[in-house]
């Protein structure tokens, strides 16, 4: 209920300030000494919230679907492809963790390239995997476009998992680990029945972190390589009628946020059986 309450607070506290703003702000925007610190208020730039609401009940085109129902396709083909890419990123941030906990000389190798491949630019990474990719196949099957904006997907959403497991699995205490030694208990054991437990409270916020990453390494790969049927697409033709349709750019972008909500909020609802199993075998501890 805290959480719900909180999500409406926070909801309620947007579109005060969103409304607010464009109630006392100048409409050719706020500056100060010169330099323009806050947007413009005027109508073409921020529209009021209704009319955005409004817009989704309208006709995309003349006699056309209705707008959100549009949007909602188009976030239905991405959610598609951000799945996939959050499986990929999931299983090797998984897998990379686990390596460099298990091997030293791996984690010191290798962390610091984790750390780097995310300072490369979306804009000339998609480029790139749609290049590579391009000639590859599975047997019979060609590559697909959707699964060049999954891979970009993917390679946003492995970094939060594999920083944040691997913070997880070397936070056990030493006297547990000491205990799992005195019985024997192999390195696989040892994962299993310690560590990976013990990880589990910095594994959830890592997947949100590596959900939300991968919806937008899915909208930047589709505006990237002109991947049509998502959102990213449906943000680049909508901004194109911005001057005389302004509202309905904000649909988009709408729907790509809503998007990335949902797609955290799923991650919240595998946490909750998990977690609550966790606090109370703690709690009997205690």
């Not at 001057?243 to 595998?270: E, H, I, N, Q, R």
Request: contains cysteine; hydrophobic residues 55%.
């Amino acid at each position: 209920m805290r959480r719900v309450l909180g999500a409406l607070g926070g909801f309620a506290a947007f579109v005060a300030l969103w409304e607010g703003y464009k109630a006392v702000g100048a409409p050719e925007g706020t500056a100060l000494w010169g330099v323009h610190i806050l947007p413009r208020t005027d109508d073409l730039s921020m529209p009021h919230l209704y009319t955005v609401i409004q817009r989704l009940g309208h006709p995309e085109l003349a006699g056309g679907r209705p707008i959100w129902r549009v949007v909602l396709d188009a976030c239905l083909f991405t959610f598609g492809i951000t799945a996939a890419g959050f499986a990929a990123g999931v299983l090797v941030g998984f897998l990379l963790a686990a390596l460099m906990q298990r091997f030293g000389v791996i984690e010191r190798g290798l962390l610091p390239y984790v750390v780097l491949s995310q300072t490369v630019p979306l804009v000339a990474l998609a480029p790139l995997v749609a290049g590579w990719s391009g000639r590859l196949s599975f047997g019979p099957y060609p590559w697909q476009d959707w699964m060049t904006v999954s891979t970009i997907a993917a390679y946003l959403a492995f970094f939060p998992v594999a920083v944040g497991l691997l913070r997880g699995l070397q936070s056990p205490p030493a006297s547990g680990v000491e205990l799992m030694r005195s019985y024997a208990a192999g390195w696989w054991r040892t994962f299993v029945k310690l560590r990976l437990p013990s990880a589990l409270p910095f594994l959830f916020p890592a997947l949100r972190l590596a959900g939300a990453a991968a919806v937008v390494g899915a909208v930047v790969g589709e505006i990237s390589t002109g991947t049509r049927g998502g959102i990213g697409r449906l943000v680049i033709e909508y901004a194109r009628e911005a001057t005389s349709d302004p509202a309905k750019v904000y649909t988009a972008m709408l729907g790509a946020a809503v998007l990335g909500l949902a797609v955290a909020g799923f991650v919240s609802l595998l946490e909750i059986p998990l977690m609550r199993h966790r606090r109370r075998v703690e709690v009997n501890v205690i």
